[in-house]
C-alpha cells in the first residue's frame, strides 16, 4: 500500500533528525513503541517498561495515577511486586529521557512528548485534511491523509503487553482504517479510481466483513470500465455476510449494487477532475501572442467579438464561430486577435490547439482531447481510452465554467465535433480552410483578402510610414501584386524593411514580373504561392538551397543536428543558415535547435524542390538524412545492448551521427525523434525501388526500443508494414526479410500469434534465400516465441535451439543469451526444470558480463520463470524486484506490465493472495494504454485466481468472463483454461 512504501519518507518528514532538531525527543506508537534523541535511538527496555512508556504517551500530556499505570501494564491482577516494578521502568525512563520529558506529579507520572510525537503528528495531518477538505481542496486533503498513514509502521504498540495496549491497539487500528477509506474515496473523487482498485483489492481481502472498502471497490471497477467485477464484488460480499452473520449487505452497498446494475451515469468521475499537485481549478492560458502590428478586419473582430462575449455572459448559450478562408488569408491571426481580445469574458481560461488540418496526418480528437483534459487539470490516469468517453469527460469538465477554445487549422467538421464545449458560459473559435457548413449551429465566417486600404495599412506599419508616404503608387502596386493576401504582403514588408539600400518602387519592379509567379493553379492557391515566390525569390542563393531541401523531410519537425545532415553543413553553419530563414518567417523555430515549416510553406517548398533541385541532390539530401538517424540510432543501441552482433551485419552510413555519453542520453534522443525518425523510415519505403531501403529497415532494427515501449508502436508498425509493401514489390529479399521478422514481433506483442507464425516463417525462407545471418537467427527465435503462448511447446523449443545455433555461429552472444532465455520456457513445459534454471542463469550471466542495458531485464524476467517453476520463490521475486527499475529506466511499459504480472503469479503460488491481487491490479493498468489484449486476458486470468483463492469468487468469474472473451477473439488455446476455471476447479497458472 503506498502509505507503507511512503513510510520512511514521512518519517523523516514529520519526526526531524538530531541534525533538524538538535537533540529534539522523538516517540513513535504508530509501529513498535520507540525513542530517539536526534538521530540516536533511545533503549525503551523491557516489555513492560515499553508498555509502561506507550501508557504514558497515549495519555496525550496528561499524568496519570500509579495505579492506572499498574492497570494498563499489568491488568486487573498486578503481582505484588507490580508497584515496585513500576517506579524502576519509570526511574530507568526518566534516566534515558531526561527529568525535563518525566516528571513525578501527585504520585504518578507526566510525559511531555513535545512536537516530535509520531501520534500527534498524525492527528495534525488528520486535521488539515478535514479542513482542507471542508474548503473544497481535495489535492490538499488527500496529500495531508497520505501523510497521516505514512506515518503507520506495521502495527501499533507492536508486541506490548497488557489489556491496554490491545485496547488501544485495536482503536489506532480502526483509526488507521478510516484514514485509508476516506483517503482512498478522495482518490475516487480526484479520478485516480484505476490506480485505486489495486489498493482496495487488498483492502477489501484484509477486512472481508467490512463493506465500506466494498463499496469503494465497486465504485472504483465500475469507473474503471469492469462493471462485471463490480457486481461479482457484490455477489461475494452477499454471499459471506450471509454465510458469516446471516445477514445482507447494508443499505449503501444494495443501493450502490442497483445503480451499477442500471449503469447510472451519476456513477461516471466527477465533472472536474483536479491534478494532485493544485489547489484551484487549473486556469490554462493557451492562447498565442497577438501580433503587434494586427490591422484592419475592423467588422470581423466586432462581428466574432461579440457572438463570443455574448456567450460567456448570464444565460448566454454555446458560441460556435468557424473561420474559413484560403491559406495565408490571416485566419489564424484574426481569430488570436479575437480571442485576446475576449479574455476576460472567459476567466475559467483559453484552450489553444493547432489541428494541423493541412497536414498529411491531421491531429487525432482523441490525442487533442488527451491535450486538453490535461490542460484543464486531469490526471494522466483519469483520462479513458476511447474518443466518446474522453469527449464526455471533457464536456463534463468544462461544465460551470467559461471557457473558450480555439480550434487553429481544423481539417473539416469530423476533426472538431468532439472537440466543442457542451455547456453555457463557453465558447469555440475554430479556423480552417473548409467551410464547415455541415457544422450544426455553426456561425461561419468567409475570410477573404484585404482591402486595398487595409492592405496598404499593414504594409506601412511593417515597413514604416515615412518610406511608404514617398512611394504610395509603388506601394499599392506591392500590396496588388501580392493579391492583398496578408501573409504575403508580411513577408514583403518584412524584407524590404531590413534592406534599407532598396526602394519600394526596386521591390514593386521585382512582383511586376508575372513569370515568377503560379499562374497555372487555382485562384485561391495562386495567391498563396505567390506570396511565397515573393519571399522565396529574395533569398540568397544559400537559404534558398536549405529552403527546398529541409522541406523534403516527412518528419513533423527537425532537429539541428538532422538538418545540419540534409544541407550537408556542420552544425554551427546550419543554425547560422537556419536563423536566418526563421528572421524572415519562411520557418519557425518550434523549440531551441528545432525547427518546422508551416504547412503550406512546406507545399511550396517541396515544389521550389522539384523545379530547382536535380532527382540526384533531392535523393541525397534524404539519404543524408537517413545515414544521420541511422548512425545516431546506432550509437544509442550500441550502449543500449553492448556486444550486439547486429551493428555487424548493417549497411554502411555515409555520415556520422549523434554521440551519447550515456544510455540515458541516448534514449532521450531516441523517444525525443522517435515521430520524426519513423517518417524518415516510411518516407524511404514511399520511394519505391529506388530508395533507401536498406538503411531503413536497418534504422528500424536499432530503433526496436520504440516497438517494445508502447509508447510509439503503432507508429512503428506502420512504418514496417510500409516497408514490407515496397521490399516485396521490387523483388529485396533481404530488406523484406527483416521488415517481416519486425513485423511479426509486432503482432507477438499485439497477441495476433498465428499472423506473428506467418511473418517469422517468411522471414527466415527469405534470410536464408540471400544468407542472411540476422533474418537466419531472429526469426526462429520469433517462431519459438510465437509457438509458446500456442503450446507447441516442442517446436518451441526446436525454434530456439536453431536460434541459438545461428547465433553462436554468428558470434552474437546478446542474441544467444535471448535464445536461451527464451528457451528456458520451453525448457520448462517440456518438464526439465534444472535445465531451465540452467539456461536462464547462462543467459543472465551473458547479460552481466556484456553490460546490457534493459535486455538485462529481459534475463532477469526469465530466471524469475525457471526459479519460480524450481519452487524457489524468494529468489524468483528477488529477480523480479531486480528487473523492474531496468525495465522503468528504459521505459519499457510493457516488461514492466509483465514483471508485475510475473510477481502476481509467484505471489499467488505461494499462497499470498492479496499481494498477487495487487501486483495484477498494477500489471493491469500499466498495460492499460498498450493494447494488447493477449496479455491483459492472461493477467485478468491470475487476477480471478488470487480472488478465488481470497473468496471473491464473483468477481473473479468476472475476471474470466472478460478473459476468455479475449482469448476467443484471439484464437488463443488458453481459452480452453479459462474454461475449466469457469466451469470446474482451479486450474494451473497461464504462462506468457
Same mark, same amino acid.
Given at each position: 500500500m503506498r502509505a507503507r512504501r511512503a513510510v520512511r519518507r514521512h518519517q523523516g518528514a514529520g519526526m526531524a533528525s538530531g541534525k533538524d532538531q538538535g537533540g529534539a525527543l522523538r516517540f513513535a506508537v504508530l509501529g513498535p513503541v520507540r525513542a530517539w534523541r536526534g538521530a540516536e535511538p533511545i533503549s525503551a527496555g523491557s516489555p513492560q517498561q515499553k508498555a509502561l512508556l506507550g501508557a504514558l504517551l497515549l495519555r496525550g500530556g496528561r499524568a496519570a495515577t500509579a495505579q492506572e499505570l499498574l492497570d494498563a501494564v499489568w491488568g486487573e491482577d498486578p503481582p505484588p511486586t507490580a508497584l515496585a516494578a513500576l517506579r524502576s521502568y519509570a526511574f530507568r525512563l526518566r534516566k534515558a529521557l531526561g527529568a525535563e520529558a518525566l516528571a513525578t506529579v501527585d504520585g504518578g507520572y507526566v510525559l511531555h512528548a513535545g512536537d516530535g510525537f509520531d501520534l500527534f503528528l498524525a492527528e495534525r495531518h488528520q486535521a488539515a485534511a478535514e479542513k482542507a477538505r471542508a474548503a473544497g481542496d481535495l489535492a490538499t486533503a488527500r496529500e495531508e491523509l497520505r501523510g497521516a498513514l505514512a506515518l503507520f509502521d506495521g502495527e501499533p504498540l507492536a508486541g506490548l503487553p497488557g489489556p491496554y495496549a490491545e485496547t488501544q491497539r485495536t482503536r489506532l487500528l480502526e483509526w488507521r482504517l478510516q484514514l485509508t477509506e476516506t483517503c482512498l474515496d478522495l482518490d475516487l473523487q480526484a479520478g485516480c479510481h484505476a490506480e485505486a482498485v489495486s489498493e482496495l483489492t487488498v483492502l477489501s481481502a484484509e477486512h472481508p466483513l467490512r463493506e465500506r472498502p466494498r463499496a469503494l471497490l465497486m465504485l472504483a471497477l465500475y469507473r474503471s470500465g469492469r462493471q462485471a467485477e463490480a457486481l461479482g464484488v457484490y455477489a461475494d460480499t452477499r454471499r459471506l455476510l450471509d454465510d458469516e452473520l446471516g445477514v445482507d449487505p447494508g443499505a449503501e452497498l444494495a443501493e450502490l449494487h442497483q445503480r451499477v446494475l442500471e449503469a447510472d451515469p451519476s456513477l461516471l468521475p466527477p465533472p472536474v477532475p483536479q491534478a494532485e499537485a493544485v489547489t484551484e481549478p487549473v486556469r490554462p492560458a493557451q492562447l498565442p501572442a497577438t501580433v503587434a502590428d494586427f490591422t484592419g478586419r475592423v467588422a470581423f473582430v466586432r462581428e466574432l467579438g461579440e457572438r463570443l462575449a455574448a456567450s460567456s455572459a448570464e444565460g448566454g448559450v454555446m458560441s460556435v464561430s468557424a473561420v474559413a478562408g484560403i491559406g495565408g488569408v490571416g485566419k489564424t491571426t484574426l481569430a488570436v486577435h479575437v480571442a485576446h481580445a475576449v479574455a476576460g469574458t472567459f476567466p475559467d481560461g483559453q484552450l489553444y490547439i493547432d489541428l494541423q488540418g493541412t497536414a498529411a496526418r491531421p491531429a487525432e480528437p482523441e490525442t487533442v482531447l488527451a491535450s486538453f483534459l490535461r490542460s484543464l487539470g486531469v490526471t494522466d490516469s483519469a483520462i479513458p481510452e476511447s474518443l466518446a468517453d474522453r469527449a464526455a469527460l471533457y464536456r463534463s469538465t468544462l461544465a460551470g465554467r467559461r471557457i473558450l477554445t480555439l480550434l487553429d487549422n481544423a481539417h473539416d467538421a469530423a476533426q472538431v465535433r468532439h472537440l466543442l464545449p457542451g455547456t453555457p458560459g463557453c465558447a469555440a473559435l475554430i479556423t480552417s480552410r473548409a467551410r464547415m457548413v455541415d457544422l450544426a449551429g455553426a456561425h461561419l465566417v468567409d475570410l477573404d483578402v484585404m482591402s486595398p486600404e487595409e492592405a496598404l495599412l499593414l504594409f506601412t506599419r511593417i515597413v514604416g510610414e515615412e518610406r511608404v508616404a514617398a512611394e504610395r503608387q509603388a506601394a499599392l502596386d506591392v500590396v496588388a501584386a501580392c493579391g492583398f493576401l496578408p501573409l504575403a504582403i508580411r513577408i514583403a514588408a518584412s524584407r524590404l524593411a531590413t534592406r534599407r539600400t532598396w526602394t519600394v518602387s526596386f521591390l514593386a519592379r521585382k512582383l511586376s514580373d508575372e513569370r515568377r509567379r503560379l499562374d497555372e493553379l487555382k485562384a485561391g492557391d495562386l495567391a498563396v504561392k505567390a506570396t511565397f515566390e515573393l519571399g522565396y525569390g529574395q533569398l540568397t542563393a544559400q537559404q534558398a538551397r536549405a529552403f527546398r531541401l529541409l522541406a523534403l523531410a516527412d518528419g513533423p519537425d527537425i532537429s539541428l543536428e538532422a538538418a545540419a545532415a540534409v544541407l550537408d553543413l556542420d552544425v554551427y553553419d546550419a543554425e547560422e543558415l537556419l536563423e536566418t530563414l526563421v528572421d524572415i518567417s519562411l520557418i519557425e523555430s518550434a523549440a531551441p535547435a528545432r525547427y518546422r515549416y508551416h504547412d503550406l510553406v512546406r507545399l511550396y517548398a517541396r515544389d521550389c524542390a522539384e523545379r530547382h533541385e536535380g532527382d540526384d541532390a533531392r535523393c541525397a539530401a534524404v539519404s543524408r538524412l537517413l545515414d544521420f538517424y541511422l548512425a545516431s540510432a546506432m550509437c544509442a543501441y550500441e550502449l543500449e545492448n553492448p556486444g550486439d552482433r547486429l551493428l555487424a551485419h548493417l549497411a554502411p552510413v555515409g555520415r556520422a551521427g549523434m554521440s551519447f555519453g550515456s544510455r540515458?542520453? =541516448?534514449?532521450?534522443?531516441?523517444?525525443?525523434?522517435?515521430?520524426?525518425?519513423?517518417?524518415? +523510415?516510411?518516407?524511404?519505403?514511399?520511394?519505391?525501388?529506388?530508395?533507401?531501403?536498406?538503411?531503413?529497415?536497418?534504422?528500424?532494427?536499432?530503433?526496436?526500443?520504440?516497438?517494445?515501449? =508502447?509508447?510509439?508502436?503503432?507508429? $512503428?508498425?506502420?512504418?514496417?508494414?510500409?516497408? +514490407?509493401?515496397?521490399?516485396?514489390?521490387?523483388?529485396?529479399?533481404?530488406?523484406?526479410?527483416?521488415?517481416? +521478422?519486425?513485423?511479426?514481433?509486432? $503482432?507477438?506483442? /499485439?497477441?495476433?500469434?498465428?499472423? /506473428?507464425?506467418?511473418?517469422?516463417?517468411?522471414?527466415?525462407?527469405?534470410?536464408? /534465400?540471400?544468407?542472411?545471418?540476422?533474418?537466419?537467427? $531472429?526469426?526462429? &527465435?520469433?517462431?519459438?516465441?510465437?509457438?509458446?503462448?500456442?503450446?507447441?511447446?516442442?517446436?518451441?523449443?526446436?525454434?530456439?535451439?536453431?536460434?541459438?545455433?545461428?547465433?553462436?555461429?554468428?558470434? &552474437?552472444?546478446?542474441?544467444? /543469451?535471448?535464445?536461451?532465455? &527464451?528457451?528456458?520456457?520451453?525448457?520448462?513445459?517440456l518438464g526439465d526444470v534444472t535445465a531451465a534454471v540452467a539456461s536462464a542463469e547462462q543467459a543472465l550471466s551473458i547479460y552481466r558480463e556484456l553490460r546490457a542495458g534493459f535486455r538485462l531485464g529481459n534475463g532477469l524476467y526469465a530466471l524469475a520463470i525457471a526459479l519460480t517453476a524450481a519452487g524457489r520463490r524468494e529468489e524468483a521475486l528477488a529477480s523480479l524486484s531486480e528487473a523492474l527499475p531496468v525495465f522503468r529506466a528504459a521505459r519499457q511499459q510493457f516488461w514492466e506490465a509483465m514483471s508485475l504480472f510475473r510477481m502476481a503469479e509467484v505471489h499467488l503460488t505461494s499462497g499470498a493472495h492479496r499481494q498477487s491481487a495487487a501486483l495484477a491490479e498494477q500489471s493491469l493498468n500499466a498495460l492499460r494504454d498498450l493494447g494488447g489484449e493477449l496479455y491483459r486476458a492472461k493477467v485478468l486470468t491470475v487476477l480471478g485466481r488470487a480472488l478465488a483463492e481470497a473468496g471473491q469468487v464473483d468477481r473473479a468469474r468476472a475476471c474470466w468472463r472478460d478473459a476468455l472473451a479475449a482469448f476467443v477473439a484471439l484464437g488463443s488455446p488458453d481459452a480452453d483454461e479459462v474454461r475449466r476455471l469457469l466451469h470446474g476447479p482451479a486450474a494451473p497458472a497461464i504462462a506468457v
Open positions: 540515458e542520453e =541516448g534514449l532521450d534522443w531516441l523517444f525525443t525523434e522517435a515521430p520524426s525518425l519513423l517518417a524518415a +523510415v516510411r518516407q524511404a519505403a514511399a520511394g519505391g525501388c529506388e530508395g533507401p531501403m536498406r538503411r531503413a529497415v536497418d534504422l528500424l532494427l536499432v530503433s526496436q526500443d520504440l516497438m517494445e515501449s =508502447g509508447i510509439h508502436a503503432r507508429q $512503428y508498425e506502420r512504418a514496417t508494414r510500409s516497408l +514490407v509493401a515496397t521490399a516485396d514489390a521490387c523483388g529485396e529479399p533481404l530488406v523484406e526479410g527483416r521488415a517481416r +521478422v519486425l513485423l511479426g514481433q509486432q $503482432y507477438s506483442l /499485439a497477441g495476433r500469434l498465428e499472423e /506473428a507464425d506467418r511473418e517469422a516463417e517468411r522471414s527466415l525462407a527469405l534470410g536464408r /534465400a540471400v544468407g542472411d545471418p540476422l533474418t537466419s537467427s $531472429y526469426a526462429p &527465435n520469433l517462431r519459438g516465441m510465437v509457438a509458446f503462448p500456442l503450446r507447441r511447446f516442442r517446436d518451441c523449443a526446436d525454434h530456439h535451439s536453431q536460434a541459438l545455433e545461428a547465433f553462436v555461429a554468428d558470434g &552474437n552472444r546478446h542474441g544467444g /543469451a535471448a535464445a536461451l532465455s &527464451n528457451l528456458s520456457r520451453a525448457q520448462i513445459e
